[in-house]
């Protein structure tokens, strides 16, 4: 069995610096770094003067912000949006996802059946930025939710990661109960590629159902595949499976990576290539692998609603990178066509490839984007930014 570690890449050569707590008002957090603030004003700057086309303009273009910067009623909405899509039948075709019950397994299903095909790969940030889009738009069109999708800012709690009110009681809530014999290590195991790809877990300190808040023994019903060893018979966990959400918190993920530094390590990366395995192969797979349970499997996470919160910060640091020169790097493109290169088991002669620009993609019911059409904020309809 291959064991891959997805440690040591760029960010551990990055310097540690020490930042200075305040010791007024602390609900913010650790302090925003000048550095930071510099990209992120740029990155403004230059999304700004594109606007006016495409009928996105800065009257229209809607505003994504973090989770600690949303008005308590917002806050309240979007979880009221999220819970009236579980309750929205499934609209799937049943015979490709038997197990799919609401609306938000529709997205979970979809995530599932291109899991190989978009992560550890160069449609990634392409196709996870439609993918979320489109769940804004469901929260809205379907659900009456007017705001937008804000997005987890995991660096300004990165030390203390429960302080966020992403975690809070009236939010998405805490850790899972803590089961003294299912918290880890154990290991995940990949269905679908021709490797037998597994990665090793250490122990978090839950393992058990969402306790506390709006989401406590919330039901999913796809998944898991997070499985020591994978049943033929339900190998991407289709079927159903109603269960309650769990989570098991692993606090080194956030400490020792989720960092002010790394995140300026990756906003201000100079080229596609460092900023590829910064943002994808560490900030995001930490994010996961933070919340451990369904939230860190790797095909079925969106069954933890913090997925779109967390991947609207990915998308957000794309964002970031991207706009500090729209015409060098709004398509600067890095990575294969599969997971790692690795053949999926279903076309195990086709050879590694890197991905390009015209690579079709599959968002589910028909919806067959190029890569490239994913990469501008705004484009086709799509017209958003971040505060
Ligand atoms: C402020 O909050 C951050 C993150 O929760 C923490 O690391 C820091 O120690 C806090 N500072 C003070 C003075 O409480
Ligand atoms: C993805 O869905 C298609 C049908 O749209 C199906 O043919 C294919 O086998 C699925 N792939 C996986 C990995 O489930
Ligand atoms: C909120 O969550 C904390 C743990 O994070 C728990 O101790 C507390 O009892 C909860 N409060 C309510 C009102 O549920
Ligand atoms: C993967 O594991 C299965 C079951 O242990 C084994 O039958 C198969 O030969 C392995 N495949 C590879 C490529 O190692
Ligand atoms: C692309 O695939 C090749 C062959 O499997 C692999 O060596 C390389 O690390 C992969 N690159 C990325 C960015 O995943
Ligand atoms: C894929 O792209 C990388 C980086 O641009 C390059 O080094 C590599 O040779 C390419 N691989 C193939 C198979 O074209
Ligand atoms: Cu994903």
């Not at 999220?82 to 529709?106: E, F, Q, S």
């Not at 990576?257 to 560490?282: K, Q, S």
Request: charged share 20%.
């Amino acid at each position: 069995m291959r064991v891959f570690t997805f440690i040591g890449t760029g960010v551990s050569l990055m310097v540690q610096l020490a930042l200075s707590a305040p010791c007024h008002d602390n609900s913010s957090g650790i302090p925003k770094p000048a550095d930071f603030k510099k990209l992120e004003k740029q990155y403004k700057t230059n999304i700004l003067a594109t606007l006016g086309t495409d009928g996105c303009t800065d009257k229209t273009i809607r505003i994504r912000k973090s989770w600690d910067d949303t008005d308590a009623a917002t806050r309240k909405d979007y979880v009221r949006a999220v819970k009236c899509l579980a309750a929205k039948p499934a609209t799937v075709d049943k015979t490709l996802a038997p197990g799919a019950v609401n609306r938000l397994d529709d997205f979970t299903y979809i995530h599932i059946n291109q899991t190989n095909s978009v992560h550890i790969s160069g449609s990634f940030l392409s196709w996870h930025r439609i993918f979320v889009w489109q769940m804004e738009d469901a929260l809205r069109n379907e659900c009456g939710y007017r705001g937008t999708i804000p997005y987890w800012d995991q660096a300004r709690f990165s030390s203390d990661p429960l302080k966020s009110k992403v975690f809070s009681n009236t939010s998405f809530g805490g850790d899972g109960e803590y089961l003294p014999n299912d918290h880890g290590p154990y290991t995940i195991t990949v269905p679908g590629l021709v490797a037998n790809l597994s990665i090793a877990r250490p122990a978090g300190t839950g393992g058990g159902c969402v306790k506390n808040g709006p989401f406590a023994n919330f039901q999913v019903s796809l998944g898991p595949t997070d499985r020591e060893f994978i049943d033929p018979d339900n190998k991407y966990g289709y079927k159903a499976n109603p269960r309650c959400l769990k989570r098991n918190f692993d606090l080194p993920s956030s400490t020792d990576f989720m960092t002010w530094e790394n995140a300026v390590g990756i906003v201000g990366a100079p080229d596609v290539e460092t900023f590829y395995w910064n943002l994808e192969n560490n900030w995001h797979l930490k994010s996961h692998q933070f919340l451990g349970k369904d939230g860190q499997d790797l095909f079925t996470s969106p069954n933890d609603p913090i997925f779109y919160l967390l991947h609207s910060q990915i998308d957000r640091l794309w964002a970031i990178w991207q706009g500090q020169d729209l015409e060098q790097r709004a398509f600067a493109i890095y990575g294969n066509r599969t997971f790692f290169g690795i053949p999926l088991d279903t076309a195990p002669n086709v050879p590694p490839a890197n991905a390009t620009l015209e690579d079709v993609m599959d968002l589910g019911y028909g919806f067959r984007p190029q890569i490239k059409d994913g990469m501008p904020m705004t484009y086709a309809g799509r017209c958003y930014m971040y505060e």
